[in-house]
């Protein structure tokens, strides 16, 4: 058996002016703030003496090594993402950006979301990624219109509520 495995599908290279802008606070962040202290505290471990056996240079080695992934991922990333600047003319459908409420229509609850990009996604805030199941399902709904999407949990169906662009 090999261990070879295809590529995982790309995700969509689009992105709100918000989460833009927090992705580029991020590497700032990490580039200016956070990878100068680590650094400064690596050398601190480094200069204590036995490096196999101190567990302060392993774990800021480590820190170090998943700070500068997060770096190369958003160096790269950031230049392809497309920002959607603004909003369709169409503003009763539902397509990227908009801030959707659904009610599940089996049980009668309701949440909120809104269409982002893959790289913003944030369940808590309610951001959901444009590549996911239930907003591929959503894209192109308009109030009072029912749809039905295969969710891991298993087959739900919705109805759309409202449709609102910030």
Request: proline share 6%; aromatic share 8%; glycine share 6%.
């Amino acid at each position: 058996m090999s261990r070879w495995r295809p590529p995982a599908p790309g995700s969509t290279a689009i992105i709100t002016r918000d989460g833009f802008e927090r992705l580029r606070a991020e590497l700032d962040h990490l580039w200016k703030e956070k990878r100068p202290e680590v650094v400064r505290a690596l050398a601190a471990a480094a200069a204590e003496g036995d490096r196999s056996e101190n567990a302060e240079y392993i774990y800021r080695k480590k820190q170090l090594a998943e700070i500068d992934r997060r770096v190369r991922y958003l160096s790269k990333r950031l230049p392809a993402l497309r920002v959607a600047e603004d909003g369709p003319t169409d503003r009763d459908a539902v397509f990227f950006g908009a801030w959707i409420e659904l009610e599940d229509v089996d049980r009668g609850d309701t949440a909120r979301y809104r269409i982002v990009g893959p790289d913003e996604t944030d369940a808590k805030l309610g951001l959901i990624s444009i590549d996911s199941p239930l907003a591929r399902a959503a894209l192109g709904k308009r109030v009072d219109d029912e749809f039905e999407v295969q969710l891991p949990a298993g087959p739900a169906r919705y109805a759309v509520v409202a449709v609102r662009y910030a």
